[in-house]
């Protein structure tokens, strides 16, 4: 690598070093959970070495910190090769030291990707989009709770105290005032996303007591599931500063809804550009009913990745903005999926059954996997739902459990997916899934312990 790598980085990375000792360089990649992972070196190391290496048996890591190596028969934890994207480097303006962040590109030593890099996960599936010349767009959705100190895990979640000296309450939806409560978090939120170059469309209060919305723009998918996992990363540490947590929790408080990461999906023309849900007459195209067909045929065996934990299925609670089954609908939040109002160059479809908990990379991979395999097999919708879906029947799995048999039977997304990321990711499920199953509840003790 050269000495002089930095001109390769982008304008914001740029802006923010300049005229500054650069001191550190943190090599990150992301896991099957989503966790940053990797090293931080001094920025004089990282000038002088063209790639890194880690084990491949980070990606077999439950997120309790068991191992699933298991899998592997005869596995001996090789190396990978990382190799820096610097178009994804970006501040860490939240560091003692002037740092900058950077994503890697994991592949074997023979250069091919890792199958188990969820980064490459996400970019095999828009691969496949363009092998039939189409480019898939999002918009993700991020939801998440500001809350009190947890230090204690027996303790119950609560909300975080305002600037007004009370605790913050829910039922707030969109008011201006109730964000303003935690309007210091907000501004370090805006700060550290301006130094790190990204871009939000606008900050809104949700139904919860101290839950918060950002939108982000649309665009490549691997370059939307980066932002997010970046702005994961930056939203904790803005939380840190002003005595509280953000949580990505998909149910982390009793009573209040959940936490979504809603993905807007177009896809795009590789030569033209025209949108291929809209025709030259701005009217719904075959594709754009094969898309709803394939989220809703598909989507329910994916349910593992977009609800990856067991507390994700305390969000699919009827009448709690949460989706209950897959249903479609114009501009009907009671449904699954959303066809929000929009021109014809704009229209696009919502995927609401993503839980903010779930890797970034998986999730719109696997959202963007339904929606080709329905293109590709003609998948042709059920009717339009015109009223409140939450009156018709349950259709989502209901625990984690369920979620895995139907994942194990879909030959087709384990194709589109890779069938060893497949295997690995379902190895691990099953391990956090088991553990949970061994541990006893505050309920079972109060209402079982001598009832019963």
């Known amino acids: 690598m050269s000495d002089d790598w ?42 002088k070495q063209p790639r890194f290496y880690l084990p491949n048996s980070i990606f077999m890591q439950t997120i309790t910190g068991e191992w699933a190596s298991q899998v592997v028969e005869d596995f001996t934890e090789p190396d990978m090769i990382l190799t820096p994207d610097f178009s994804t480097a970006s501040a860490a303006p939240w560091t003692a030291d002037v740092t900058l962040q ?9 250069g091919n990707p890792v199958p188990l890099a969820p980064r490459n996960v996400l970019a095999r599936v828009v691969e496949l989009y363009r092998r039939e010349g189409l ?32 605790k913050v309450t829910g039922n707030q939806a969109y008011s201006l005032s109730a964000v ?30 101290g839950q918060v919305e950002i939108n982000m723009r649309h665009g490549d998918p691997v370059r939307q599931a980066d932002e997010v996992f970046f702005f994961k990363r930056l939203i904790r540490e803005a939380a840190l500063r002003h005595d509280c947590f953000a949580t990505f929790m998909a149910k982390p408080i009793e009573g209040e809804p959940g936490s979504a990461m809603h993905v807007h999906h177009s896809v795009l023309d590789a030569e033209t550009g025209a949108n291929i849900f809209s025709d030259a007459a701005g009217n719904e195209t075959d594709a754009f009913r094969h898309f709803i067909g394939g989220l809703q045929a598909h989507l329910a065996s994916v349910t593992p990745v977009m609800a990856p934990y067991v507390n994700s299925y305390r969000r699919y609670v009827r009448d709690f903005a949460a989706p209950i089954n897959l249903e479609w609908g114009r501009d ?22 993503a ?16 929606g080709y395999l329905g293109i590709m097999q003609k998948r042709e919708p059920r009717g339009e739902c015109v009223g409140n879906a939450y009156q018709g029947e349950d259709t989502l799995p209901e625990s984690l459990g369920e979620a895995l048999e139907l ?46």
Not at 10 to 28: F, K, N, S, T
Not at 135 to 162: C, H, K, S, W
Not at 185 to 196: G, L, T
Not at 441 to 449: I, K, N
Request: overall charge negative.
């Open 6 to 47: 930095t001109y390769q980085l982008p304008q914001p990375a740029r802006d923010y070093i300049a005229g500054r000792r650069l001191d550190e360089v943190e090599c990150v990649v992301a896991d099957l959970a989503g966790v940053a992972r990797g090293k931080a070196m001094p920025a004089s190391k990282f000038g």
């Open 102 to 110: 950077v994503i890697h590109d994991v592949t074997d030593r023979d």
């Open 135 to 166: 480019v898939p767009v999002v918009a993700p959705e991020m939801e998440f709770y500001l809350v009190a100190r947890n230090i204690d895990p027996t303790q119950p979640i609560e909300p975080p105290m305002g600037r007004s000296g009370r």
């Open 180 to 209: 303003d409560e935690y309007g210091p978090v907000i501004d370090d939120i805006y700060d550290f996303a301006e130094a790190q170059g990204f871009e939000i469309d606008g900050i809104t209060q949700e139904g919860g007591a």
């Open 332 to 353: 009907n939040r009671t449904t699954g999926l959303r066809v929000p109002v929009s021109d014809a160059s704009a229209r696009r479809v919502e995927n609401r059954l």
């Open 355 to 370: 839980g903010m908990d779930c890797n970034p990379y998986l999730g719109i991979a696997a959202s963007l996997a339904c």
């Open 407 to 452: 994942f194990a039977e879909n030959r087709a997304m384990r194709e589109v997916l890779g069938e060893e990321f497949c295997r690995v990711y379902e190895t691990v499920k099953h391990m956090e899934y088991e553990e949970f199953l061994q541990v006893i509840s505050p309920w079972e003790r109060e209402h079982l312990l001598l009832n019963v």
